[in-house]
């Protein structure tokens, strides 16, 4: 059987370029003088924070935590584990939590409990993509690039296998 390949595109390289922008406004707006800590969750949100943190034009601190969820394949099992955490202490600091995509919410809600434990003054999440129809824990999300369908996506940032992250767009995953 062949391969699973990145098929038709779902979010063009254009329409990421002018959301996040949109984004990045819309959070100078929330934080200004707020020194934020931006926590981007590898390997998958490299490419947002990147672009978005380009058009914050405040004081900000950018910082990465890795995550593993139990188990592999295209789906989450639900159990979260910090397997490189983050270099600064956020006591008291307004901190904006950055993901690729959230789907069952499972990820984005451990990570929001063990991050809130260190009591930031302020705890907000940041996703590109929402993938609405696949929730299984209720998550507050305060800013979302896009909502879309439940399908597997790649690229930029988002991968198959490891593959994919490097595509500057958003596309469906054929074949799988
Ligand atoms: P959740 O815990 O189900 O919300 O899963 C979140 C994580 O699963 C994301 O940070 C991604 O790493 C991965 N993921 C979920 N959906 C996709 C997808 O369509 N393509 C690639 N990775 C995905
Ligand atoms: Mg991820």
Known sequence: MAAPR??????????????VAELGRAITRDYAGTNPVLVGIL???????????????IDLT??????????????????VRIVADL???????HVLIVDDIIDTGLT????????????????RTCVLLDKTGRRE????????????????????????DGLYRNLPHVAALDGI
């Open 6 to 19: 990145p098929g038709r595109v779902l979010v063009a390289e254009e329409e990421i370029r002018a959301r």
């Open 43 to 57: 390997q998958g949100a490299v490419p947002f924070v990147a672009d978005l943190m380009r058009g914050l034009p």
């Open 62 to 79: 950018v910082d990465f935590l890795r995550a593993s969820s139990y188990g592999a394949g295209t789906s989450s099992s639900g159990t």
């Open 87 to 93: 270099s600064i202490d956020i006591t008291g600091r």
């Open 108 to 123: 984005l809600a451990a990570l929001k409990r063990t991050l809130e434990a260190r009591r930031p003054q302020s705890l």
């Open 137 to 160: 824990t209720e998550v507050t999300l305060d800013y979302v690039g896009f909502t879309i369908p439940n399908v597997f996506v790649v690229g930029y940032g988002l991968d198959y």
